[in-house]
């Protein structure tokens, strides 16, 4: 073999070894997870369809992993994303599958089909206008979007402007417009208090707030988070039908950094600069088709692996 003196080739086979590692962990995930999943399930349910399940549900998280770790490590080859993740998820099924064959057990996983989206990302302290001249305070960010998953924004407090319930003034607002429904996200500071209201305009009904006193709050959207600490409010977007646009309204109102991924290609930022918003291209969600034999049971279904998106 030749000797690896580039640091190119070096930067390759860290990669490399970095997906095996990560291939191994992920079927390891699998053969442990499904045996979580299966206990905690067979102490309600017929024990022969609970090995099934949990065996689909370990699978569907395990390679959920696998997009995230290729989106992280490959960010701008989406070629690269949907090959490993299919390699990998076929490399962990054969692994898989030898471990559950000494349990007298047939199993397989198979990406068939991938689909693309659009990361949205700025990750420079900022207001969260578009990177128009001048720049909108008021912007779609996604259009026609299926879904969304890894809504994550960072916002400092001293940037929001101040008010309370009812909301007065200018805030900032995230808004998920579907056509027929709405669902807005108003985030303020009331206080000193970062205060986040979700508000579905076509019922006519506000929910929250959910709060943090920091000077700086992570609000995880599609995980339905502020803080770290579940915020239930947020949990009521997941209802709204698809397709639906994603909107930032009065983004003057608010500094910091944000990143989501769309299932959608129509996506406009502007002229992307070193602070403000850039967009890429990204695998958005795969397929997997899961079979599971046993002497009890013939159990085939196929899976959406999206993490981070809504769960509805």
Known sequence: MAPVNRPRDRAQLILVGGLVVAVGLVALAIVLNSGIYTHNLASRADPTASEAVGHTAAVRD??????????????????????????????????????????????????????????????????????????????????????????????????????STPLTGSVFNVTFDSGGSEFVVSVYNDSHTTSLLVTDTTAGRSFGPCTDTGARTVVDITEATVAGEHCAALGRIEDLPRPYDVEFDQADNVTGSYSLVANTTSVDVGSPGDAGPSEMETLYAVWVEIAFQSQR????????????????
């Open 62 to 163: 395990s390679v959920g992993g696998l997009v995230e770790y290729e989106v992280g490590h490959n960010p701008d080859d989406t070629s690269e994303q949907v090959r490993n993740v299919t390699d990998g998820t076929s490399n962990v099924s054969a692994q898989v599958a030898r471990a559950s064959a000494r349990r007298g057990l047939l199993t397989n996983a198979t990406v068939n089909a991938t689909v693309n989206g659009t990361t949205v990302n700025q990750t420079g302290d900022r207001n969260f206008s578009d990177t128009a001249s001048p720049p909108n305070p008021s912007w779609t960010v996604a259009t026609d979007a299926h879904g969304v998953r890894d809504f994550r924004m960072n916002a400092t407090q001293a940037s929001l402007n101040e008010t």
């Open 297 to 312: 049971v013939d159990y085939r279904t196929n899976v959406t692996v999206a993490p981070g998106e809504f769960d509805g």
